[in-house]
């Protein structure tokens, strides 16, 4: 296999891209935004929007370049009910949608405990375990039409082979639904009688099948081609460096979520009520992690504002300890209950100084959720926040360790993802990005962490 085309649904936007194992890069991507539609029952995502999406992007790739095989990556928090016909029973709820909480008494009282889950309680539909616990209460009569219950990459998997699966890192990422100690589900899947639903449970290697005649007929594509099982995006950030690195080291995987897991971390007493949790990697092993809402907020505080941050006005922003203060967005990340806070007029600030405050800040809460969970070693940042050097330079200070930049590619989790077909050409393209920071950024960073760990009392 040479040319795997990924298939790759993050919450903020689809992708396709093609990877070329030989070189270990993307060769070309097609991308979509991913909207949530308001229409129905509750909040969800549309698929059929999304297939078309998938299907018409895999047949002009495919007429570009000839696919070898399909592998999928998804964004965690959503589990696809599918009936006795392999339709939709129910749509795939979004995990932002606050309607779980209406019901979080009841399921605080039937979910599994963060000793047995390593998940911590988030709120909407974040926690699947709630999601399906909603819609169990909320649509018995739906719900009773549920014959088969798939994480979210797999349901993609599904519609291309045929083959239904749930998956280790989808099911391992804050749902309450798996205990990562004893590789098995939940007591409250059992309790629930949620079992028998779930349908089996492959690693995200697994060569499911072939694509079927109809999905060969949608994508353009030769019928039988293969399609592996599929991974969460966070995860598959994290797989070449497991694959190729010793640890101790970390991946911090920025997009929509930014996630941070600690390879080889100092034994750390993880507290669900900050975001920290276990995930469980590729080849079914725990990992401390934590997260916040990373790339949400660098969107709503910057809104697409085109500008750049001169090395003078870092500086100068650095040495003024101008400041954001957590939390944006409320509600997730190592500060939940906390609201954002500046130090700074930031009706005065230029748009270069307002992007530096910002990419300071989303550097110091790196830090904070490396701290929470005993990460040591270097720091490989992935994806968007790979090619913001304000925050890589903060992210050095902060934390006095090397930072390296991985992929800052527009599918930062596809190289992972196409690991799925052949892990042992996995290679790592890192660029060392540590050098002598000055003294006004640790300052800075000291200075941050003193006033955010107050942060909640303002």
């Avoid at 309607?99 to 709120?123: H, K, M």
Wanted: charged share 20%; net charge negative; with cysteine.
């Amino acid at each position: 296999m040479k040319t795997i085309a990924v298939i790759d649904i993050g919450k903020t936007n689809a992708k396709v891209a093609l990877v070329d194992l030989d070189r270990f890069e993307e060769t070309a991507v097609r991308k979509t935004a991913n909207g949530v539609t308001t229409e129905g029952l509750y909040p969800h995502f549309d698929v059929e929007r999304l297939w078309g999406f998938i299907a018409g992007s895999l047949a002009a790739l495919n007429a570009e370049t000839p696919v070898d095989a399909i592998s999928v990556t998804t964004h965690g928090a959503t589990a696809v009910l599918l009936d006795r016909n392999g339709d939709l029973a129910l749509p795939l709820l979004d995990y932002e949608f606050a309607g779980p909480d209406t019901l979080a008494a009841e399921y605080d009282t039937v979910r599994p405990p963060f000793a047995e889950t390593g998940a911590a309680r988030l709120p909407g539909g974040l926690n699947i375990g709630a999601q399906i616990y909603w819609q169990e209460q909320t649509f018995p009569k739906q719900f009773a039409d549920v014959a088969t219950i798939l994480t979210y990459a797999q349901y993609w998997s599904y519609r291309l082979s045929g083959v239904f699966s749930t998956e280790l890192t989808s099911l391992g990422c804050h749902t309450d639904l798996w205990n990562p100690d004893k590789a098995d589900f939940s007591t409250m899947v059992d309790e629930r009688g949620w079992r028998p639903l779930f349908a089996p449970v492959r690693r995200a290697s697994d060569l499911l099948g072939g694509l079927t005649p109809q999905a060969a007929r949608d994508c353009g594509l030769p019928e039988g081609l293969p399609v592996f099982c599929g991974i969460h995006d966070s995860n598959s950030s994290l797989l070449p460096h497991v694959l190729t690195r010793s640890a101790p080291f970390s991946v911090v995987s920025t997009g929509t979520w930014v996630v941070i897991m600690a390879m080889g971390a100092k034994k750390a007493v993880l507290d669900e009520a900050r975001d920290t949790l276990i995930n469980v990697n590729a080849l079914g092993d725990p990992v401390p992690s934590a997260r916040f809402m990373g790339g949400r907020a660098f969107s709503t505080l910057m809104k697409d504002q085109a500008v750049a941050v001169s090395p003078e006005i870092e500086a100068e922003v650095a040495a003024a300890q101008w400041m954001l203060l957590p939390s944006v967005p409320e509600g997730s990340g190592p500060f939940p209950h906390a609201k954002a806070r500046w130090t700074c007029d930031e009706a005065s600030l230029s748009g270069p100084e307002r992007l530096a405050v910002v990419s300071f800040h989303l550097a110091m809460m790196t830090a904070t959720c490396l701290d929470l969970i005993g990460a040591q070693g270097e720091i490989v940042v992935e994806g968007p926040f790979a090619a913001n050097a304000t925050y890589l330079r903060m992210l050095g200070a902060a934390t006095g360790r090397p930072v390296l930049t991985g992929s800052q590619s527009a599918t930062g989790t596809s190289l992972g993802a196409a690991c799925l077909a052949d892990g042992s050409r996995a290679q790592i393209h890192t660029v060392d990005f540590s050098g002598e920071t000055p003294a006004s950024y640790k300052a800075y960073a000291e200075s941050w962490r003193a006033v955010a760990g107050r942060v909640e009392e303002f």
